[in-house]
Nanobody, 124 residues
């Protein structure tokens, strides 16, 4: 089993930035891709960003392109989501996920483990 613990969420004004972190623990050996998803109130969970095991390949959802960056530190078993130019539409619970495969994906069922979620609130 892999446990994922998110941190770094909170409240910010529109135009501000936040960095989310996701630390993996447990059976973290082997190559695994990581991803971020989010779910806003009354909406379905949507893909935000993902990164391959090596960190050389990244994917972004339309809402994240040009504003968010994803990167990882494998020595710390941690993946980060840097979010810039935030808008109220970014308000959601953000989930970290990992998959037991080195390449990242954009679909929820491609991921095997999930964090508990971290609230991000952006005010106008």
């Amino acid at each position: 089993q892999v446990q994922l613990a998110e941190s770094g969420g909170g409240s910010v004004q529109a135009g501000g930035s936040l960095r989310l972190s996701c630390a993996a623990s447990g059976r973290t050996w082997g190559s695994y891709a990581m991803g971020w998803f989010r779910q806003a109130p009354g909406k379905e969970r949507e893909f935000v960003a993902a990164i391959s095991w090596s960190g050389t390949s990244t994917l972004f959802g339309d809402s994240a392109k040009g504003r968010f960056t994803i990167f990882r530190d494998n020595a710390k078993n941690t993946v980060y989501l840097q979010m810039n130019s935030l808008t109220p539409e970014d308000t959601a619970v953000y989930y970290c996920a990992s998959r037991t495969f080195q390449y990242s994906g954009t679909v929820e069922n491609e991921y095997d483990y999930w964090g508990q979620g971290n609230q991000v609130a952006v005010s106008s």
